[in-house]
DNA sequence: CTTATTGCAAACCTTTTGCAACCTC
DNA sequence: GAGGTTGCAAAAGGTTTGCAATAAG
């Protein structure tokens, strides 16, 4: 797919491995965990193990082209989507999670006074509520 | 302190151990990890353990005297402050913790076409920047 | 005294790592 | 063929838990 194409230019070497784990993160609004990325590989390939799935993962963050969701329930979760500037929206009953764009720039809600000289400011925000299927229960 | 006072009125036991932990959770602006809370207890208590420490840790967090803070850094840190509504500023290079007060509530700043009919919504907020000694280096 | 709490050690989980075999380029 | 990549298993953290001993109310 895209993501794949982006690897190669990049001088990727391209295994079965490596282009099975692109392609379970290669979906619409994914936030897997290893496990689950370990899970939807292995329908393709039954031989990958968890341990290159946690290299590759790690790869891909450090090549920026996915993000770490930490503080989302206490697995640590990936996010594919490095593209579009967006948060997230998680259910404090289900643990559902749903991407939001928001209409503006976080990081410039931070007034002056409040940015203690830092620079390079970056905001991730997490918003957490009741959806509506857990209201009902 | 008064994190104890409030802690006495609920009813709980009171033993040296909780209280020496409340007092190191007591100064300002803190954002330690389990083991530090460990340290700084072991100070005035030298036989208390780490479970002891998780053990008191979760059960505040149950309370809602105390906020986990996950995202920053690897391991988790505890929040003492549940009073003031305030979010946190992390230097990308050292990963020192200001506490930052947003003027706005930013719960709110989710337009209702990205709310996705989830209700009660809150918004944790990570903001994340080089702070003025790590842009030197 | 009764019951909750502590400390120890072991168990648990997730993530990382060492290394020989293997595969891509 | 050379060197990066994989899988296995073990290690490495951080956090939780079972249980006998202890201490608070």
Redesign the interface.
Known sequence: VELIERLRQRGWRLTAQRRVIAEALSGPSLHPTADEVLGWARLALPEISLATVYNTLNELVEMGELRE???IG?LRRYDPNTVSAHHH?V??GCDRI?D?????D??S???ES???????????????????SC?ES
């Open positions: 969701l930490d503080g206490r929206l259910c404090t749903l939001v764009f928001p209409p503006a976080f990081s809600t931070l007034p409040e940015q203690h000289g830092f620079s390079d400011l970056q905001a991730d925000v997490l918003f957490r509520g009741r959806c509506p209201r």
